[in-house]
């Protein structure tokens, strides 16, 4: 299918079911790690149709993952051919858990890359444009995905590994950059040193940051925060993993909404508890089956992200899409999820609440287990400028007792005491006391 060009509903499963029994085909017997797996379930390695794979192919899970690179280090076994026949190692960031290592073969890396081209045609990136890709190099597969599908689309491409916030601003403005890839987080801190440093951010060519690591892009109070800081920009969300490759982009008719590229993996929402398929319009669990990713491909694994899977219907989207859409895009972690006196609290919730005040420049959230109740406790830093960070603290406190029916201590620290974030923010800090 030509780049760019939409599929309809039926063209859309018809492509899924002949990746997928081509994938199932070419495990056995070279990927020790499902030719076990499925052995031992005593799965035949046939699938008949969709629902026949989702009703009879068990579940993966991460921990079976990181299991069996443990017990066959360093890879693991879900490998589907020999190592000398694969050219890329990334790996997970480990915030939820040990870090996995994922290989891929030339074929995959060139799936996964055509897949991040769909996400820069979403967010109507052209050869015309100039990206900065604001991380720093290392192990983390969204950078170098990216990067190399900007390339291939035309567009100039800067990278800021290695460079100090300062820096990557100037390298910003100096070259009129036109889109900027980053964390949400690091785009409201890049904002935040742009203030300090007197560097005017409406002198940017910015128009477009294109997000991804942490569920705000997604967030309307998040991204009212971030386009407020950067003039004439416009957040454009996307969202991935490391052992499973891009997976969503933003529509580009409804800001907020995330469409799976469903031609380059199998996407299934169910109930976290039964396992069984979620309601649509109900909070789930995504599940997903990597279907272009055959070399160290996943099936049905629970990626322990929670949406909301819009209904389906024949009609398409209004973007003119017919693939599924997240309704809030990824709206928390199903290991993230704390109870807070009775009430379900997901971080993104709290961060939602938070950047709806425009004068919190940071936080942290301290949640205290001990006592048989848990408590949050939340330290803001104001703005510089903030004129009262005691009424600021105290409105807070009155959104989360009427957002959440949760009273939770707000307490302002001193600017500059908390700490700053590149990539995923890490604000949450738990204790037993």
């Not at 999820?337 to 936080?363: F, Q």
Request: hydrophobic share 40%; charged share 25%.
């Amino acid at each position: 299918m030509a780049a760019g060009e939409i599929p309809s509903r039926a063209e859309i499963a018809s492509r899924q079911l002949e990746l997928l029994r081509s994938l199932v085909a070419e495990l056995f017997p070279g990927n020790c790690f499902y030719t076990r797996k499925l052995q031992d379930a005593g799965i035949t390695f046939d699938v008949a149709s969709l629902d026949d794979f989702s009703r009879r192919f068990p579940f993966t899970t991460k921990r079976e993952l990181v299991h069996d690179q443990l017990a066959h280090p360093p890879y693991g076994t879900v490998l589907t051919y020999s190592a000398n026949q694969y050219t890329r190692l990334h790996q997970t960031s480990g915030t939820t858990g040990a870090p996995l290592r994922w290989l891929d073969t030339p074929e995959s890396w060139d799936a996964m890359v055509e897949c991040w081209g769909d996400v820069l045609h979403a967010a109507d990136v052209t050869a015309r444009d100039r990206i900065l890709f604001a991380f720093s190099f290392g192990p983390f597969i969204g950078f170098w995905l990216a990067f190399e599908a900007a390339t291939r689309v035309g567009a100039l491409c800067l990278s800021g590994g290695g460079l100090g916030s300062e820096a990557r601003l100037r390298m910003l403005l100096d070259n009129e950059v036109t889109v900027l890839c980053c964390t949400p987080t690091y785009a409201l801190r890049l904002a935040e040193v742009a203030a300090a440093e007197r560097l005017d951010l409406r002198r940017s060519r910015v128009r477009r940051i294109i997000v991804a690591g942490e569920p705000g892009g997604s967030v309307p109070s998040v991204r009212q925060h971030i386009e407020s800081r950067w003039p004439g920009a416009r957040v454009f969300d996307h969202h991935g993993l490391t052992e499973v490759g891009p997976v969503t982009h933003e529509c580009p008719a409804r800001p907020g909404v995330l469409h799976v590229m469903e031609t380059a993996c199998l996407a299934e929402v169910i109930d976290p508890i039964s396992g069984r398929p979620a309601p649509a319009g109900e909070m789930g669990e995504l599940v997903l089956t990597t279907l272009a990713r055959v070399g160290s491909p996943l099936l049905r694994y629970r990626t322990g992200d929670l949406v909301k899977a819009e209904v389906r219907g024949e009609r398409p989207c209004s973007c003119g899409r017919h693939e599924l859409a997240l309704l809030g895009g990824i709206v928390g972690r199903a290991d993230d999820m704390v109870v807070v006196r009775g009430v379900n609290v997901y971080p993104s919730a709290v961060d939602a609440l938070l950047r709806a005040h425009a004068d919190v420049a940071e936080y942290r959230v301290h949640l205290r287990t001990g006592q048989g109740l848990a408590d949050l406790e939340i330290s803001i830093e104001p703005e510089a400028g903030c004129p009262d960070p005691v009424a600021l603290a105290r409105r807070i406190r009155n959104d989360f007792d009427t957002a959440m029916a949760l009273r939770v201590t707000v307490t302002p620290v001193p600017v500059g005491t908390l700490p700053r974030f590149e990539m995923k923010a890490q604000r949450w800090i738990r204790s037993d006391s």
